[in-house]
T-cell receptor, first 110, second 114 residues
Framework: QKEVEQDPGPLSVPEGAIVSLNCTYS??????FMWYRQYSRKGPELLMY????GNKEDGRFTAQVDKSSKYISLFIRDSQPSDSATYLC??????????FGAGTRLFVKA | NAGVTQTPKFQVLKTGQSMTLQCAQD?????MYWYRQDPGMGLRLIYY???????DKGEVPNGYNVSRLNKREFSLRLESAAPSQTSVYFC?????????????FGDGTRLSIL
């Protein structure tokens, strides 16, 4: 069993929809939670970075962490075709080794 | 502002050949990392360097060596390439000595081994 599970998709939504992306994990020691966006043939770029449980909002993006359920989510409001990419969740206990999910491919149709 | 720069962007090797992938960052970061990305597997850590002069193994170090040349540069070497090492390789850096500082990635080296 992988430490971090992420549905690979693809997820296809119409422009303007609310998108929900999720990851589950097994290691209760994870404290730092991140979401990266990766466009085709590019490196991952950091979208959201949260510590411990709770919500964090940045523009159209909201990250949620539920440590009791070992579940994290990324919500994208008013989705745009430019949001079409692969979204990677990532987690860290505070050391040097960050564990990444396999990524969810998102397509936003105009 | 270049961020993290990787060279080359593409490379095709024959089994048994050697190669060094180069990475440089201009953000004055202490820590640097090498990952490989395979379909369905996500990013897996090969080696990392917490600070200049130190290197440590990650999750999948076999078949690779690294050198932290200075604070800016971190190279990855394949001594005898194998088809199983066909992958996309990403270099990353982070500000703090601890990995809870978000990592910044380069755009990758796409490596095919025949």
């Amino acid at each position: 069993q992988k430490e971090v599970e992420q549905d690979p998709g693809p997820l296809s939504v119409p422009e303007g929809a609310i998108v929900s992306l999720n990851c589950t994990y097994s290691n209760s020691a994870f404290q730092y939670f991140m979401w990266y966006r990766q466009y085709s043939r590019k490196g991952p770029e950091l979208l959201m970075y949260t510590y411990s449980s709770g919500n964090k909002e940045d523009g159209r993006f909201t990250a949620q962490v539920d440590k009791s359920s070992k579940y994290i989510s990324l919500f994208i409001r008013d989705s745009q075709p430019s949001d079409s990419a692969t979204y990677l969740c990532a987690m860290n206990t505070g050391g040097f080794k960050t564990i990444f999910g396999a990524g969810t491919r998102l397509f936003v149709k105009a | 502002n270049a961020g993290v720069t990787q060279t080359p962007k593409f490379q095709v090797l024959k089994t048994g050949q050697s190669m060094t992938l180069q990475c440089a960052q201009d953000m004055n970061h202490n820590s640097m990392y090498w990952y490989r990305q395979d379909p369905g597997m996500g990013l897996r850590l090969i080696y990392y360097s917490a600070s200049e002069g130190t290197t440590d193994k990650g999750e999948v170090p076999n078949g690779y060596n690294v050198s932290r040349l200075n604070k800016r540069e971190f190279s990855l070497r394949l001594e005898s390439a194998a088809p199983s090492q066909t992958s996309v390789y990403f270099c990353a850096s982070s500000a703090g000595q601890m990995s809870n500082q978000p990592q910044h990635f380069g755009d990758g080296t796409r490596l095919s081994i025949l």
